[in-house]
C-alpha cells in the first residue's frame, strides 16, 4: 500500500464514520442544553397569602344596646404580627355608638391569626375587618329585665 493511498483511505474512512450523518448537530444540541443546566437554580415563586382567622370569638354585645335595637358596624384596621396576633388596632370607622366600638376592639385583641407570608415566611400584615352588631330578632328576657329596672 502506497502511503498516499493509506492516507486518504484513513481519512475517507474517519470522514464517513465520524461522525455519523446527523450526530453533529444532536451533539451540538445536546452541549447547549447542558451549558444552560450550569445557570444558577431558580427556585419557583412561592405566592403569598394574606392572613387567615383560627380564632374569632364575637365581641359582647351591650345588652343595653341590643334590647335598645341599636347595632352598627365597626371598621377596624390592624397589623396581623408574624406570629398570628393583632396589633396595633385603630378605628378606620365608627359604629356611631362608643360603646360598640370598644367592645369590638377589645374582642379583637384576643383573636389569633395565621400570619400573612411573602416567598414561604412570615410577615407582619395590615387588615381591615368589619365587626357587626346586629340586634336580635326576638327580644331575650334580660331586656325585660331590664325594662323593670329602668
Not at 7 to 12: C, F, G, L, R
Amino acid at each position: 500500500m502506497k502511503p498516499s493511498t493509506t492516507i486518504a483511505a484513513i481519512a475517507n474512512l474517519s470522514i464517513r464514520t465520524w461522525p455519523p450523518a446527523g450526530a453533529c448537530g444532536a451533539l451540538l444540541l445536546s452541549l447547549a442544553l447542558l451549558a444552560g443546566c450550569e445557570g444558577p437554580i431558580q427556585t419557583p415563586a412561592i405566592a403569598p397569602t394574606q392572613p387567615a382567622a383560627i380564632d374569632t370569638p364575637p365581641p359582647v354585645y351591650p345588652p343595653e344596646l341590643a334590647c335598645a335595637d341599636i347595632g352598627g358596624t365597626v371598621g377596624l384596621i390592624m397589623e396581623i404580627g408574624i406570629d398570628g396576633s393583632p396589633t396595633n388596632i385603630r378605628i378606620e370607622n365608627s359604629s356611631g355608638q362608643p360603646v360598640l366600638d370598644q367592645s369590638a376592639t377589645e374582642a379583637v385583641k384576643g383573636w389569633k391569626f395565621r400570619p400573612g407570608t411573602r416567598n414561604g415566611n412570615p410577615v407582619t400584615t395590615d387588615l381591615r375587618v368589619p365587626v357587626t352588631f346586629e340586634p336580635p330578632t326576638m327580644r331575650p328576657d334580660m331586656c325585660f329585665q331590664l325594662d323593670e329596672q329602668g
